[in-house]
């Protein structure tokens, strides 16, 4: 996805442009980066739910005490397969949430933070899938990119010391998916897919 790999070049060059013009003025300014394990559960529209576990990073600048800007990136991959007498079915979907937000965070006592986050959700989506049946073969392929849904987050910090955090966060964002589907025909076709994404991630993140 060179579209993507773009993009977090882009903010990454943004970051630090910001870096240079409040580092010197504001004590509180810095960089962190973090990384964590997530839960995700999937609602569709038709009610139901799937749950898949992933990685998780980020990256951001502290602008002063309480305001952040940060860029994160999370994902899971499903793979599915079934066989009987009669053929096979294997699916495998790629899923990759790019997830630019600003934090604001409230010290709670010494060495916890609450924080909230509000920003968008850019989902990119790969599917393929083949089916096997009485030895005819098909396959199909799905994609999306660029699908933005609103994204809000809630988390809790806890300082180990000066440069390391151990945290706990929810996130959900509503996200509507418009779907490419190949056929192995070469025949395409388009579907709108919404689902409802909720997500609980633990993470550790280091400050420079």
Known sequence: MSILKSTLIASA?????ISHANAAENPDTGWYVGAGIAVNQLKGDDGSKETYNGPSFN???????HLALELGISGFDSKQSSED???SYKAETDVIFLTPAVKW????????NLYSKVGASI???DHQSTNVDDGETWSNK???????????SVGAEWELDSNWAVNA???????AIDVDIELDDGST???????????FTLGVNYRF
């Open 85 to 87: 007498v009669d053929g």
């Open 123 to 125: 989902a990119f989506v």
């Open 105 to 112: 965070s409230y010290a709670a006592s010494e060495r916890i």
């Open 13 to 17: 060059s943004l970051l630090i442009a």
């Open 189 to 199: 076709f388009s579907h709108d897919l919404d689902l409802e994404v909720q997500s």
């Open 169 to 175: 966060e929810y996130t959900y964002r509503p996200t």
């Open 142 to 152: 799905a994609s999306s990119e660029w699908d933005v849904s609103p994204m809000i």
């Open 59 to 65: 990256a951001g600048y502290q602008l002063n005490q």
